[in-house]
Structure formats: structure tokens, C-alpha cells
């Protein structure tokens, strides 16, 4: 990876965190679904597995903050006011996790249509 590439992920991790943190704020202390912070994930999220795409290596920084938004998610859907939206944005992103950890993307995943792997 080039030193312009490591710049690139290291600034969407950064805008990357600042919404999971938005996200996380909202449902532990409102117990509201922050809806343009979540929207701001999934356009992140969908960049980030397409950047990590294949990598060997892997930032541990943004597989933790990854993790961590969901466990919290996850923790706190039961005392929100929309617990099965919460539980669902859990959901996306541990599978967001699961994609980077799998070497693919978003786009590798497409409904209804069959994976040959």
C-alpha cells in the first residue's frame, strides 16, 4: 500500500469513527437512532471493505472500533426506543467486520444471486 493509500484510509477511519461514535452516543444517552450518522456508516463502510479488499494486513485500530460500535449497539438495543433498528445497525456493522476479516467487499454480496467461491 502507498504512503497516498494509508493517508486515504487513515481519514476515512478517522470520519469513519466520528459517526460510529455519533451513532453509539445517541443510542446510550437519548436512546435514539441518529439516522444521517448511520447513513454516513453505511457510505463509510461500504468504502472501507472496498479498500481493505484483499489485504493481509489489517489495521487493528479499525477492526476494533469496529467490533466495539457493535457490542456496544448490541448492549444498549434492548433500552432504546427502536430496539430492532439498533439491533439491525449492530448487525451491519459486524458484518462489515466479517467482510474485511473475509478479504471482500460489499459488492461481492449481491441478494439472490449465488456465490461460487
Do not use: C, F, W
Request: charged fraction near 30%; proline fraction near 3%.
Amino acid at each position: 500500500m502507498t504512503q497516498e493509500q494509508d493517508h486515504a484510509l487513515l481519514q476515512l477511519t478517522d470520519e469513519l469513527k466520528r459517526h460510529l461514535a455519533d451513532i453509539v452516543n445517541g443510542v446510550q444517552e437519548a436512546k435514539e437512532v441518529r439516522t444521517a450518522a448511520y447513513e454516513q456508516v453505511e457510505l463509510l463502510s461500504k468504502k472501507l471493505t472496498a479498500m481493505l479488499k484483499g489485504r493481509e494486513l489489517l489495521p487493528r485500530r479499525t477492526l476494533l472500533m469496529l467490533d466495539m460500535a457493535a457490542n456496544t449497539l448490541e448492549n444498549e438495543a434492548s433500552y432504546a426506543k427502536e430496539p430492532a433498528r439498533v439491533t439491525a445497525m449492530a448487525n451491519a456493522i459486524r458484518m462489515t467486520l466479517g467482510l474485511i476479516l473475509l478479504g471482500e467487499a460489499h459488492e461481492d454480496r449481491k441478494p439472490g444471486v449465488p456465490r461460487i467461491v
